[in-house]
């Protein structure tokens, strides 16, 4: 199985995680857009927050909640079940406007035309519906994950992402994947499932 990595700017993780953290905010960020979505069947529907380092975005979060949020700036900060991945129309003209205009903003935390922009010259895009939201009590590094490992094996041993360092003093050989994540995806990327994401 395969878990998501996701990149998310601070202001819309602010608004995803607000009502966990217990935050009182009017805005309450359900549904997370994307131009693509996961379609492997490995996919364990898990997905872990990248907060990016954004200012412009982080600027726009409140004052008062700028410290917490800058302790989880380039860091994974949760993550959640994506339950349901769903179509969203976008209309080419400015007339036209989804039956569900107000309830797609509402949950989106977007505006049409702030939808029209990203979307492009796209008709559609799809809508990540967040479910079982979980944030860790220390925002992880990105080096704690790894892409998911072309070479599968029982034991790593024969895998060519593993570097085996011998120490001297206990005779013991010492290893550790160097398939680990360096740079966040632009988007999202797969990566490892995690036995112990806490979600």
């Avoid at 998501?4 to 857009?33: C, H």
């Avoid at 990203?118 to 809508?127: C, E, H, Q, S, V």
């Amino acid at each position: 199985m395969k878990s998501v990595l996701i990149s998310i700017q601070p202001y819309y993780v602010f608004l995803i995680i607000a009502r966990l953290m217990g935050w009182n905010i009017p805005q309450d960020k359900t549904v997370e857009v994307r131009k693509d979505f996961p379609k492997d069947s490995a996919w364990n529907k898990v997905t872990h927050i990248y907060c990016s380092k954004s200012k412009k975005s982080f600027n726009k979060i409140p004052k008062e909640y700028q410290p917490l949020m800058a302790k989880m700036l380039g860091k994974v900060v949760g993550g959640f079940v994506c339950d349901k991945v769903e179509p969203l129309y976008i209309p080419v003209s400015n007339s036209a406007t989804p039956p569900d205009k107000e309830s797609v903003e509402k949950a989106i935390c977007l505006s049409l035309g702030e939808l029209k922009e990203y979307a492009a010259d796209k008709m559609f895009l799809f809508g990540w519906h967040v479910s079982d939201l979980k944030t860790y009590d220390k925002p992880k590094e990105l080096g704690e994950f790894t892409k998911p490992c072309p070479f599968p094996s029982e034991d790593c041993t024969d895998c060519p992402h593993m570097d085996w360092d011998y120490d001297t003093e206990s005779d013991e050989e010492d290893s550790f994947c160097n398939n680990r994540i360096t740079r966040p995806p632009q988007s999202w990327m797969y990566i490892e499932e995690i036995s112990n994401y806490g979600i």
